[in-house]
């Protein structure tokens, strides 16, 4: 089994940049796709950004691009979420999510591990 552990959510205002963390346990990481995902109070989890395998590959939902960027270091076994120029409306809890394959789509079903969340909270 994969655990995830995510860090660096809290409180900041609308415009300024969050960077978030996730550690993932077990020798397997490096051969995982990575993704983040969104869930915001009333509304349904919602794909944010992917990073395949060896980062060669990212994937960003039309909401974030521009503004966030997805990247991970295999020797520390971490994945990053750099979001900048927030807006109130990121406000949500942020999941970080591994997939048992080196690429992995924008939906949910195909990642396999998840972390616990944590929140982001954009003031205006």
């Known amino acids: 089994q994969v655990q995830l552990v995510e860090s660096g959510g809290g409180l900041v205002q609308a415009g300024g940049s969050l960077r978030l963390s996730c550690a993932a346990s077990g020798r397997t990481f490096s051969g995982y796709a990575m993704g983040w995902f969104r869930q915001a109070p009333g509304k349904e989890r919602e794909f944010v950004a992917s990073i395949s395998w060896n980062a060669g590959s990212t994937y960003y939902a039309d909401s974030v691009k521009g503004r966030f960027t997805i990247s991970r270091d295999n020797a520390k076994n971490t994945v990053y979420l750099q979001m900048n120029s927030l807006k109130p409306e990121d406000t949500a809890v942020y999941y970080c999510?591994?997939?048992?394959?080196?690429?992995?789509?924008?939906?949910?079903?195909?990642?396999?591990?998840w972390g616990q969340g944590t929140q982001v909270t954009v003031s205006s």
């Open positions: 999510a591994a997939a048992r394959a080196p690429y992995a789509s924008g939906y949910r079903y195909g990642y396999d591990y």
